[in-house]
């Protein structure tokens, strides 16, 4: 009996328990596919909305990147002609500076122009204008040129590069390179010197700037026509004037060349000619033109297309789950190195280029230094010849003169009754006054001779052309020729009284250097006290500078400790602040108006005390307190 009914119960309960285990697991599963299907929801909505945010910033890294580039490109064709420019704005002012030159004298110019004409094979003709605008030239022509930009800007100290014209003797397209005169006394110019040149260094420049197929590059004068540009149709003709882009139908390029006008460096993206394109234009820095390359939209934008693709690929994988989103992850950070990468690559051509134009910028103040060097020996030789004769037969002079003196004196005593002519005579030259007044008139031209010699002899141990290796030179003479050099910067004026110098020479011996070089070092370095000294006297009255006196100070001796010599320069100018003090030393960098420093006088004296010395050059200074350069050179060589 107790059997049955446990079968009965047994029954009983397998019958209500089995749809409630059923139910249980189909609400367990059910729940699982639930949290899945939020899983795979969140994680693809994550997916995408990181695949659609990545895809934004990569694009947008990549086409800065590669617009980055294409400004880069216009920038190094800028440079080309910038330092195609500079070498020949050089060569017109040292032409200028010249004394043939300055003498005015067209048939002493004419043939000495010539000559260089030739000899640099640049320049189509030079010419010689006057204040009143009059222009003769080496091809023979005659002309008025009062009205044309060289001419007007020159003519009040400025060497410039101006907008390519159709010469009028020529019939050219040329640019006309010209530079001041300095007169023999006053400040104004006395004339401008100008050199014509071919424009096709700038045409072959802007012919090799491109970028892919269907690209172009054009350069606009200061005012928006174009000089060069790979439809020549658009170019000036000695008929025909060019016309402006400014004055464009098209908007969007009127736009444009009003930017690069207004010398402003840029990329942005237009239509031109039916056609959407990328315009990277800068401005030149020698000239008041500007250069732009045109690259079509597919150029720039073509290495997109695989950004492209991946994104649709991303789409259709997402519908695979999990193992799409991981490809995506993959495909990202391979795209994120190429953009890390292209960033990369163009940082270091950013920083080539910067190189590039440092080091240019030093072969062409070396090569200006070099010149200038050989013009001041070859000055210095040709005056040491005559004044050396002069000196030489002075005393041969005060010899005789004093002898045929002691002749009247005798012939005086010998014959105390001369006839009334030879009184008269006598009395008319007055000859007692003669008598003492010729040897002082001897004595002071010998003195004079003298003192030109001692100007040569500064000119040519300033120079030391002849001294290319290292040797023990006296650092005293090299800082007392300097400052007889920089004399007439020294000497009081009606504005200002003059600088005083205050000479601390310590017991130094010979050091082993460059003699030259450092020497210029010195020269740089007092140049700049100088100009500081003079910034300053423009805020303070006359009587200011009489009671407080602009000084320099020059103070020599030895650092034992480092077996070095110690030269420091101190001047109580203007001083200078916190950021100029750091960057005093650094390439083109300068305080100085346009025209009168281009930031390279700090350092070449920093690169040939430190590379070439293997010395230091540190500044101290202080706004409103002066400046002090301390300068260490080895005794000897560490080289």
């Known amino acids: 009996m107790m059997l049955k009914l446990r079968k009965v119960w047994l029954k009983i309960t397998s019958q209500w328990y089995a749809p409630t285990n059923k139910n249980y697991y189909s609400l367990k599963w059910r729940s699982r596919n639930l949290l899945l299907l939020s899983i795979v929801v969140i994680l693809s909505i994550s997916i995408s909305v990181t695949a659609i945010t990545s895809y934004k910033i990569i694009k947008g890294l990549l086409l800065n990147s590669l617009k980055e580039q294409a400004l880069l490109k216009t920038q190094q064709g800028e440079n080309d002609i910038d330092n195609w420019l500079a070498i020949r704005k050089t060569e017109i002012k040292t032409l200028a500076n010249s004394p043939v030159v300055r003498s005015l004298d067209w048939s002493v110019m004419e043939p000495y122009l010539q000559s260089e004409v030739k000899r640099l094979q640049t320049f189509l003709l030079m010419s010689l204008s006057i204040p009143d605008g009059a222009l003769i030239n080496t091809q023979g022509g005659r002309l008025n040129v009062k009205d044309r930009e060289f001419f007007q800007r020159s003519i009040v100290g400025e060497t410039i590069a101006a907008d390519p014209i159709i010469g009028r003797t020529s019939n050219q397209l040329q640019i006309q390179i010209s530079s001041p005169i300095p007169a023999q006394t006053g400040t104004k110019p006395a004339g401008v010197l100008m050199g014509g040149i071919p424009i096709n260094r700038v045409v072959e420049v802007i012919s090799n700037l491109h970028q892919g197929k269907g690209s172009y590059a054009f350069?606009?004068?200061?005012?928006?026509?174009?000089?060069?540009?790979?439809?020549?149709?658009?170019?000036?003709?000695?008929?025909?004037?060019?016309?402006?882009?400014?004055?464009?139908?098209?908007?969007?390029?009127?736009?444009?060349?009003?930017?690069?006008?207004?010398?402003?460096?840029?990329?942005?993206?237009?239509?031109?000619?039916?056609?959407?394109?990328?315009?990277?234009?800068?401005?030149?820095?020698?000239?008041?033109?500007?250069?732009?390359?045109?690259?079509?939209?597919?150029?720039?934008?073509?290495?997109?297309?695989?950004?492209?693709?991946?994104?649709?690929?991303?789409?259709?994988?997402?519908?695979?789950?999990?193992?799409?989103?991981?490809?995506?992850?993959?495909?990202?950070?391979?795209?994120?190195?190429?953009?890390?990468?292209?960033?990369?690559?163009?940082?270091?051509?950013?920083?080539?280029?910067?190189?590039?134009?440092?080091?240019?910028?030093?072969?062409?103040?070396?090569?200006?230094?070099?010149?200038?060097?050989?013009?001041?020996?070859?000055?210095?030789?040709?005056?040491?010849?005559?004044?050396?004769?002069?000196?030489a037969n002075l005393n041969h002079a005060s010899e005789y003169s004093a002898g045929i003196l002691d002749l009247l004196k005798l012939y005086e005593q010998t014959y105390p009754n001369p006839t009334a002519e030879i009184s008269d005579r006598a009395q008319d030259l007055d000859i007692e006054f003669l008598a003492e007044d010729l040897p002082k008139l001897m004595a002071s031209m010998q003195v004079g001779t003298k003192r030109i010699r001692e100007i040569v002899l500064s000119l040519r141990n300033f120079s030391r052309l002849d001294e290319a290796d290292m040797k023990f030179v006296d650092i005293h003479e090299g800082l007392d020729n300097a400052l007889m050099i920089l004399n007439h910067r020294l000497t009081a004026t009606p504005n200002q009284p003059k600088i005083q110098i205050i000479k601390k020479y310590g017991d130094l011996p010979l050091v082993e250097c460059y003699a030259g070089q450092l020497n210029q070092v010195f020269m740089n370095v007092l140049v700049n006290a100088i100009d500081a000294l003079e910034e300053a006297s423009q805020k303070r009255s006359f009587e200011a500078l009489e009671n407080n006196p602009n000084q320099i100070k020059l103070q020599t001796q030895i650092d034992k400790s480092s077996d070095c010599a110690i030269v420091q320069i101190y001047d109580n100018g203007i001083g200078m602040?916190?950021?100029?003090?750091?960057?005093?030393?650094?390439?083109?960098?300068?305080?100085?108006?346009?025209?009168?420093?281009?930031?390279?006088?700090?350092?070449?004296?920093?690169?040939?005390?430190?590379?070439?010395?293997?010395?230091?050059?540190?500044?101290?200074?202080?706004?409103?307190?002066?400046t002090e350069f301390t300068i260490c050179i080895p005794l000897i060589s560490k080289n």
């Open 219 to 391: 350069a606009l004068n200061s005012q928006g026509v174009p000089i060069a540009h790979p439809n020549t149709e658009l170019i000036g003709t000695p008929e025909k004037a060019a016309e402006s882009f400014l004055n464009s139908p098209n908007p969007r390029l009127a736009e444009i060349v009003q930017q690069m006008v207004a010398k402003r460096t840029n990329i942005e993206f237009a239509q031109l000619d039916g056609k959407w394109s990328y315009v990277a234009y800068t401005p030149l820095k020698e000239a008041n033109w500007s250069v732009a390359l045109v690259v079509p939209q597919e150029n720039i934008e073509s290495p997109l297309q695989a950004l492209n693709l991946l994104a649709t690929v991303l789409g259709g994988l997402l519908l695979v789950g999990l193992i799409s989103a991981w490809r995506q992850v993959q495909l990202y950070e391979q795209i994120r190195d190429r953009a890390l990468i292209s960033s990369q690559q163009a940082h270091e051509l950013s920083k080539t280029l910067k190189e590039l134009q440092n080091t240019q910028a030093q072969l062409i103040h070396t090569e200006k230094m070099s010149s200038l060097g050989q013009m001041v020996a070859g000055v210095a030789h040709e005056i040491n010849n005559p004044a050396n004769f002069i000196h």
């Open 577 to 626: 602040s916190q950021d100029v003090k750091q960057r005093v030393f650094d390439h083109m960098f300068t305080t100085k108006p346009v025209g009168k420093g281009i930031g390279l006088g700090m350092a070449i004296a920093y690169q040939i005390v430190v590379d070439k010395h293997a010395g230091t050059i540190e500044v101290d200074s202080t706004p409103g307190c002066g």
